[in-house]
């Protein structure tokens, strides 16, 4: 395990934070002014050359438009949506990147308590240290697929999430990455700690 340099002491917040993604992942826009623009951009991305399926495309445009405004709504920043590939098979995953929001979770300093809670609602929750951002939560689960949520998607989903405690605030942020690629999952879980390690403050 890599030693943190985060400042476990800090006295001031920071102001922001950073957080490197694979490349061909689409980060769609949650503020409601530029949502739109954004749903229509990606859309266009992952139909071009495809003139057959205007009614596919809609529904498409259509369920990210209610993934997008839920997430804004349960205090999402940010939302990634992977467009790679692996020939003809898509490589379908997401990470929503959000604040929850006042008084909906514990203190941010209680890592190891906040785990056990996970632990007894039947995850798989540990105390991990990210490489610059210092001590998390990491959630792992698999469950069946909600289709409002996964695109029409059925296939059994894992799900990992990392709670970070913000330093010098009770505030928590949470990186919240999901895949429905069941027989790739534990290759796409390990993709998803390597992004979450990226993770540092500014």
Do not use: C
Not at 54 to 83: H, N, W
Not at 154 to 164: D, G, H, S
């Amino acid at each position: 395990m890599s030693e943190s340099w985060v400042d476990e002491d800090a006295t001031a917040p920071p102001k922001d934070y950073n957080l490197v993604v694979p490349d061909g992942w689409f980060k769609l826009s949650l503020d409601p002014e530029d949502r739109d623009r954004s749903i229509i951009a990606l859309a266009e991305q992952q139909f071009r050359g495809v003139d057959n399926a205007p009614l596919l495309k809609e529904q498409v445009m259509r369920e990210l438009q209610k993934t997008a405004k839920d997430a804004y709504q349960a205090g999402g920043i940010e939302l990634y949506l992977s467009t790679l590939r692996i020939g003809p098979l898509p490589l379908s995953s997401s990470l929503l990147v959000s604040f929850p929001m006042p008084g909906t979770m514990p203190a941010s300093s209680d890592v190891h308590t906040f785990a056990e809670v996970l632990g007894r609602r039947g995850a798989e929750a540990t105390v991990v240290e990210l490489s610059a951002a210092g001590r998390a939560v990491r959630e792992l689960r698999s469950e069946a697929a909600s289709p409002s949520t996964q695109l029409g998607n059925e296939l059994r989903t894992t799900t990992v999430k990392f709670y970070v405690p913000v330093p010098a605030t009770d505030e928590w942020l949470i990186l919240s990455f999901s895949t429905p690629l069941d027989p790739l999952a534990q290759q796409m879980v390990g993709l998803f700690d390597a992004v979450a390690d990226t993770l540092h403050w500014t």
